[in-house]
């Protein structure tokens, strides 16, 4: 089974950049199966959309997430993505009108439309504390959810690996965790 793990998020904009600092993190030093692959894609929607055309069967992507929680708390998602053919030529074209530099759901709805989205996609989010101030660092509490992260990253690959078949899903049942 073909993993991509991609950190979006733009790294000057303070706690936006915890998927990126997490590709980092896993690039640096945790050994991951040779099926998985760590794809830094920031804030640029198309080449993430391109790696993508490499044919993988889960994507796994890292961002910074807003759902109300407390800073640090990181959340297991199975989103939703929308189905262009269901878009109206003007709501497809606003959704896709920059996508250089985009969303990751307007990427994910652009790679549906190319049929290049993997059967299973997983958000791996994590809750700011801010990101609005341009050249911030990730907030302590962010920064402090990043190992948390990738216990869970590592725990989402091993359960996915151990599938007998692919229809079959990993055990999101525990959707939040804070970071001590």
């Known amino acids: 089974m073909k993993i991509l793990i991609a950190g979006v998020g733009n790294v000057l904009r303070g ?3 915890f998927g990126v600092e997490v590709v980092q993190a896993l ?12 794809f830094e ?16 069967e889960v994507l796994i992507v890292l961002d ?8 640090g708390t990181i959340y297991i998602i199975e989103p939703e993505i929308s189905d262009p053919a269901a878009f109206t ?16 759901s307007q990427a994910l709805v652009l790679a549906r439309a190319l049929n290049v989205l993997p059967p299973k996609v997983i958000l ?3 809750q700011p504390e801010g990101y ?5 660092e990730l907030s302590s509490a962010v920064k402090r959810a990043i190992p948390t992260a990738i216990e869970r990253i590592k725990s989402l690959i091993e359960e996915l690996l151990e599938e007998p078949d692919q229809a079959a899903s990993p055990s999101l049942s525990q ?6």
Do not use: W
């Open 41 to 56: 894609a920031g804030i640029a929607g198309v080449s993430l959309v391109q790696e993508l055309m490499d044919g993988y």
């Open 15 to 17: 706690d936006d950049g």
């Open 175 to 180: 959707d939040t965790r804070k970071a001590s």
């Open 27 to 38: 690039q640096r030093g945790d050994n991951l199966p040779d099926s998985v692959n760590v």
């Open 124 to 126: 791996v989010g994590c």
């Open 64 to 71: 910074a997430v807003e759902r109300g929680g407390a800073p």
């Open 89 to 104: 030529a003007a709501e497809l074209h606003r959704s896709l009108a920059d996508a250089h530099y985009t969303e990751p």
């Open 132 to 136: 609005d101030e341009l050249g911030a």
